[in-house]
């Protein structure tokens, strides 16, 4: 175990207190973290640091400041770094996903990603009905006020480097199986659950959860990455 936990961290903890709670899982986010295998307990860690952040939404500047957070400062829209939290439908069906404002800020610690912005976006009908994108079940979250979430274990680690893009990084795709009883999905379709973490289009499978999520891993080229 470790010395501090925020698994315990009590109500009325101050910026302090988060602060030394930290240093334990700053190697989270080294470099070439998203090459190693990380102890359980740092894991629990992490999915415990990630849920206080979801609970904070807006998290308060001197919190960030207290945890040493980079804010996701990524002028283009792109799914690793941002949830869509407000859609804008475009005249035009075939409009990519483009950003337009900020709604909560996001978090880095080092290369790992712990919490992405909250965005408004403007997108064509062809890539995202904005009815489905704002409310269909979010995976790999434990809270949102005006929408169904769904925690897929084991914790998620996305991390970010020169390069590449890492989603999911502890997931085995080797071991990819439907629990039974879930609508199918297509690669894409698959593709955008892991990216974006919930459905865009598909009304009817807004509120599933698929327990084999946990399993779905990817890696893109920074250089080549294709924003949907």
């Known amino acids: 175990m470790l010395a501090v ?18 240093g334990p899982i700053r190697p989270a986010g080294a470099p070439d973290a998203h090459d190693q295998r990380l102890p359980a307990a740092v894991l629990g860690e992490l999915a415990a640091l990630s849920a206080l952040l979801e609970r904070l939404t807006p998290v308060p500047d001197e919190v960030a400041r207290a945890l040493r957070l980079s804010p996701i400062a ?13 859609v804008e439908p475009a005249d035009d069906p075939d409009e990519p996903i483009t950003l337009l404002a900020e709604r909560w800020p996001g978090y880095l610690l080092g290369s790992l990603l712990l919490q992405r912005s909250g965005v408004l976006v ?4 062809a890539h995202v009905d904005a ?19 769904a ?14 893009l890492y989603y999911n990084v502890d997931g085995r795709p080797e071991q990819l199986r439907a629990a039974g009883g879930e609508p199918a999905l297509t690669s894409c379709e698959r593709l955008d659950l892991l990216r974006h973490r919930c459905v865009l289009s598909r009304a009817e499978l807004a509120d599933t ?15 080549y990455s294709v924003v949907r």
């Not at 403007?122 to 009908?125: D, P, Y």
């Not at 959860?209 to 250089?223: P, Q, V």
């Open 209 to 223: 959860a698929w327990a084999w999520a946990g399993h779905l891993r990817y890696c893109e080229s920074k250089r």
């Open 131 to 149: 009815a489905v994108a704002t409310t269909s079940r979010l995976h790999w979250a434990t809270r949102r006020p005006h929408r169904p979430t």
């Open 122 to 125: 403007r997108a064509g009908a």
């Open 74 to 86: 990524q002028a283009e829209f792109h799914p690793f770094f941002h949830e869509i939290a407000e």
């Open 5 to 22: 936990s925020f698994r315990t961290l009590p109500t009325d903890a101050t910026p302090h207190d988060l602060a030394q709670e930290i």
């Open 151 to 164: 925690t897929t274990p084991p914790y998620r680690r996305d991390h970010h480097t020169a390069g590449a």
